[in-house]
């Protein structure tokens, strides 16, 4: 018996679950050829105990690197997205016994097979909540490293797993966490959870400084080396503002429940104070690998898979405050998430379109903010949206943005 995000005892279905993990987990990762796809499949082959198959893999359009991971794992199958590329990959793949799927089809029947056990869903975008959504419907446990899936459409993803009798485990760093820190209490006796954020690359920066910022400039960032995408959301802390919709839906809390912290240093994920006033941290070097194994593994424990917090050395942990004026996107984040509804899918895809301009040099860094929060003003807001709802909006968001000028 254990206990998932949300705090709801896992029933016998899962306690069948968990008991397979004793034996072998058959894993499908989606968006196995990005970021965090890479470092899942690490995880996989630096399993000790060999506790972690691959059984399915997708990417986009990488099909080189697919067919590098499918010639070296063996999964049973391999779905390529663009389908313009999966002739190259099944030539690629002859002889090897991997089955080439193409499509979105392609991702739904790997998902959906009944031998696999979990799916981590490490799309990057709104475009992973596809995945997310037909592992959930097939029952399957969902690692989620796809953010976007809860901050688009959280009451409602969470809704299915529940359906579903299944559950969501989070891969992002700070809500692993939280997840963690969270089995040292009583779900009524927590009083809040507060999520670490490095600060980004222009931490202690001032508005001013920041108007002339190059994509070049804003893709270093200081403690965490991870995808374009996320890169700039760190720098813009938009990261942070859907990390804060993604924690209230994924562990069912008040708004006013969540709160940020900035900590440079990166190496305390997240916190939890409960009601007597303790407050409960999980720490670890930045490697995404750690929360990646706990989600794959939950809720056993994997041996270390990189390196370990070296406590005979000094460091400091520093926190501070968050630079709110500097930073607009945390206010918006914070005001998206107290609203619901339609406002985290309208945030998400006007945000996903404006750091894509960014980066092709047609909006200046300071605009992202601003137009995400322009076009979150004027959409059409409904409180209780359903899935169809949410990808239209998605849509007109996407439109919206493309359009808005400084
Ligand atoms: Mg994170």
Same mark, same amino acid.
């Given at each position: 018996?254990?206990?998932?995000?949300?705090?709801?005892?896992?029933?016998?279905?899962?306690?069948?679950?968990? %008991?397979?993990?004793?034996?072998?987990?058959?894993?499908?990762?989606?968006?196995?050829?990005?970021?965090?796809?890479?470092?899942?499949?690490?995880?996989?082959?630096?399993?000790?105990?060999?506790?972690?198959?691959?059984?399915?893999?997708?990417? +986009?359009?990488?099909?080189?690197?697919?067919?590098?991971?499918?010639?070296? @794992?063996?999964?049973?199958?391999?779905?390529?997205?663009?389908?313009?590329?999966?002739?190259?990959?099944? !030539?690629?793949?002859?002889?090897?016994?991997?089955?080439?799927?193409?499509?979105?089809?392609?991702?739904?029947?790997?998902?959906?097979?009944?031998?696999?056990?979990?799916?981590?869903?490490?799309?990057?975008?709104?475009?992973?909540?596809?995945?997310?959504?037909?592992?959930?419907?097939?029952?399957?446990?969902?690692?989620?490293? *796809?953010?976007?899936?809860?901050?688009? %459409?959280?009451?409602?993803?969470?809704?299915? %797993?529940?359906?579903? *009798?299944? +559950?969501?485990?989070?891969?992002?760093?700070?809500?692993?966490?939280?997840?963690?820190?969270? #089995?040292?209490?009583?779900?009524?006796?927590?009083?809040?959870?507060?999520?670490?954020?490095?600060?980004?690359?222009?931490?202690?920066?001032?508005?001013?400084?920041?108007? *002339?910022?190059?994509?070049?400039?804003?893709? #270093?960032?200081?403690?965490?080396?991870?995808?374009?995408?996320?890169?700039?959301?760190?720098?813009?802390?938009? *990261?942070?503002?859907?990390?804060?919709?993604?924690?209230?839906?994924?562990?069912?809390?008040?708004?006013?429940?969540?709160?940020?912290?900035?900590?440079?240093?990166? $190496?305390?994920?997240?916190?939890?104070?409960?009601?007597?006033?303790?407050?409960?941290? !999980?720490?670890?070097?930045?490697?995404?690998? &750690?929360?990646?194994?706990? %989600?794959?593994?939950?809720? @056993?424990?994997?041996?270390?898979?990189?390196?370990?917090?070296?406590?005979?050395?000094?460091?400091? &942990?520093?926190?501070?405050?968050?630079?709110?004026?500097?930073?607009?996107?945390?206010?918006?984040?914070?005001?998206?998430?107290?609203?619901?509804?339609?406002?985290?899918?309208?945030?998400?895809?006007?945000?996903?379109?404006?750091?894509?301009?960014?980066?092709?040099?047609?909006?200046?860094? &300071?605009? $992202?903010?601003?137009?995400?929060?322009?076009?979150?003003? @004027? +959409? +059409?807001?409904?409180?209780?949206?359903?899935?169809?709802?949410?990808?239209?909006?998605?849509?007109?968001?996407?439109?919206?943005?493309?359009?808005?000028?400084?």
């Amino acid at each position: 018996m254990f206990e998932s995000p949300s705090g709801r005892r896992l029933g016998s279905p899962s306690e069948g679950r968990e %008991a397979l993990l004793e034996s072998v987990a058959r894993i499908v990762v989606l968006g196995s050829t990005g970021s965090i796809g890479k470092s899942a499949i690490d995880v996989i082959e630096q399993d000790g105990a060999a506790r972690l198959a691959l059984h399915g893999a997708s990417s +986009h359009s990488r099909w080189r690197d697919l067919a590098e991971q499918a010639a070296r @794992h063996r999964p049973r199958f391999v779905a390529i997205t663009d389908p313009s590329y999966s002739s190259s990959l099944k !030539q690629a793949l002859h002889g090897t016994g991997v089955e080439v799927l193409a499509g979105e089809d392609g991702v739904v029947r790997m998902v959906q097979d009944p031998a696999t056990d979990r799916v981590c869903s490490a799309v990057v975008g709104a475009a992973g909540l596809r995945g997310t959504w037909a592992a959930l419907e097939a029952g399957k446990i969902v690692a989620l490293a *796809n953010k976007e899936s809860l901050v688009v %459409a959280g009451p409602l993803v969470m809704q299915l %797993a529940r359906e579903r *009798n299944t +559950h969501v485990f989070p891969v992002d760093s700070e809500h692993s966490a939280i997840f963690q820190a969270l #089995k040292t209490g009583a779900r009524a006796e927590v009083k809040r959870v507060i999520l670490t954020s490095s600060g980004g690359p222009f931490r202690g920066w001032k508005k001013s400084q920041l108007s *002339n910022v190059t994509p070049d400039r804003a893709l #270093k960032h200081p403690t965490w080396r991870m995808g374009p995408k996320i890169t700039i959301d760190s720098a813009t802390l938009m *990261n942070k503002a859907l990390e804060i919709i993604e924690a209230r839906w994924l562990f069912e809390l008040e708004p006013d429940q969540i709160e940020v912290v900035i900590h440079p240093e990166s $190496i305390i994920h997240s916190l939890v104070e409960f009601v007597d006033g303790s407050v409960i941290a !999980q720490l670890s070097p930045p490697d995404m690998r &750690l929360p990646i194994q706990y %989600a794959l593994r939950y809720p @056993h424990r994997g041996l270390a898979p990189g390196e370990r917090l070296d406590l005979t050395r000094a460091f400091a &942990l520093r926190f501070e405050p968050p630079d709110r004026e500097t930073f607009p996107a945390l206010d918006l984040g914070f005001e998206v998430m107290r609203a619901g509804g339609t406002a985290g899918a309208v945030l998400n895809a006007a945000n996903e379109t404006a750091v894509a301009r960014f980066l092709n040099g047609e909006l200046a860094f &300071l605009d $992202i903010a601003r137009a995400c929060r322009a076009i979150v003003e @004027h +959409h +059409h807001f409904d409180p209780r949206p359903t899935l169809e709802d949410l990808l239209r909006l998605d849509a007109w968001a996407r439109g919206e943005l493309e359009r808005w000028h400084p």
